[in-house]
């Protein structure tokens, strides 16, 4: 079945280094979608790419949809203590199967 | 608006015993999927509803099962628990199946299996 695989699982950083997730999958994707996981929390959902080579901002996030709709990635520019959490990228493949996520990067920051 | 509620919050259960959560998705959405997080194994897939039908179902054993109520709300069982069953499970909702707007997760309800 479909898989989505995530690297690094977690990452250490000093606040204000840039910080960056990939994500693969098996599967050509119809589209991907970015959470993220505070914490204690739930994940939140942060934005979808759905074209091949899409590269959408937020703010200080870069998230780019590979050519082949089959790997993805997330960058952090500076990263800050709030950006602390789990990043996980999720899937659907072009067959319309359910949301499947990648087992996330876990990022911790130190000030 | 009121986001995806779950109950219960907690529960603790016996090995062999079975157990049913809830989940009421956001007012107007007519999806609701089910993952299960254990440390390591991130979110785990469960089950997809949507307009009352399993449009998906993940690679569990039979003892997990679901339903969705004409109001959008969704159940799921587990039976027989095992310790091995304990974990996070979470509901997510969405107005469809691959809605751009994401999915909207319940805090979730923290099984614990002794």
């Known amino acids: 079945g479909q898989q989505v695989m995530q690297i690094p699982q977690y990452q250490h950083v000093q606040e204000g280094e840039d910080f960056t997730t990939y994500c693969n999958s098996s599967t050509t994707l119809s589209n991907i979608q970015w959470y993220k996981q505070r914490p204690g929390g739930h994940p939140v959902f942060l934005i979808q790419l759905v074209k091949s080579g899409e590269v959408k901002k937020q703010k200080r996030l870069t998230f780019q949809f590979g050519e082949a709709k089959k790997n993805s990635s997330l960058h952090i520019t500076a990263t800050q203590t709030t950006d602390v959490g789990t990043y996980f990228c999720?899937?659907?493949?072009?067959?319309?199967?359910?949301?499947?996520f990648g087992k996330g990067t876990t990022l911790s920051v130190s000030s | 608006k009121a986001g995806v509620t779950q109950t219960p919050r907690y529960l603790i259960k016996t090995r062999g015993q079975q157990v049913t959560l809830s989940c009421s998705p956001i007012?107007?959405?007519?999806?609701v999927s089910w993952y299960q997080q254990t440390p390591g194994q991130g979110l785990q897939f469960l089950f997809e509803?949507?307009?009352?039908?399993?449009?998906n179902k993940g690679n569990f054993p039979g003892r997990f099962s679901g339903r969705q109520f004409s109001n959008s709300r969704s159940e799921m069982n587990v039976s027989t628990l095992e310790l091995g069953d304990s974990a996070l499970y979470l509901c997510?909702?969405?107005?469809?199946?691959?809605?751009?707007?994401?999915?909207?997760f319940g805090s979730g309800t923290r099984l614990t299996v002794v």
């Open positions: 997510a909702s969405s107005f469809s199946p691959g809605d751009s707007y994401g999915y909207t």
């Open positions: 509803y949507f307009s009352e039908t399993q449009r």
């Open positions: 007012s107007g959405h007519r999806s």
């Open positions: 999720a899937g659907t493949n072009q067959a319309g199967t359910a949301l499947i």
